[in-house]
């Protein structure tokens, strides 16, 4: 059974820093697209970035890009989400997401094929 777990998540002041990790349990873990996205109360779950199964393309939405950084480690199996200068707007459950994909990134959220349970960030002011 395929495992995503998230985790380092937490409660910062606003315009801290916070890194999450998400382990997966893939045994092809270099085969797959990952990605982060958030869901705050009463919204929609949003695409935040996405990284290619290599490491080498990224992608981010514009609401973070600039503060949010993707990296992955094939040999740890882990995908990190760096959040920088974080604001109060930046409260949410934190998701990340894998995707059978080898060339590129993914950005839609109906594409990936495993979930994780979620971290929850909160930013106060």
């Known amino acids: 059974q395929v495992q995503l777990e998230e985790s380092g998540g937490g409660l910062v002041q606003a315009g801290g820093s916070l890194t999450l990790s998400c382990a997966a349990s893939?045994?092809?873990?270099?085969?797959?697209?990952m990605g982060w996205f958030r869901q705050a109360p009463g919204k929609e779950r949003a695409f935040l970035a996405s990284i290619s199964a290599s490491g080498q393309s990224t992608w981010y939405a514009d609401s973070v890009k600039g503060r949010f950084s993707i990296s992955r480690d094939n040999a740890k199996r882990i995908v990190y989400l760096q959040l920088n200068s974080l604001k109060p707007d930046d409260t949410a459950v934190y998701y990340c997401?894998?995707?059978?994909?080898?060339?590129?990134?993914?950005?839609?959220?109906?594409?990936?094929?495993?979930w994780g349970q979620g971290t929850q960030v909160t930013v106060s002011s």
């Open positions: 893939l045994s092809t873990f270099s085969s797959y697209a």
């Open positions: 997401a894998a995707d059978f994909f080898e060339y590129g990134v993914t950005l839609a959220a109906s594409e990936y094929d495993y």
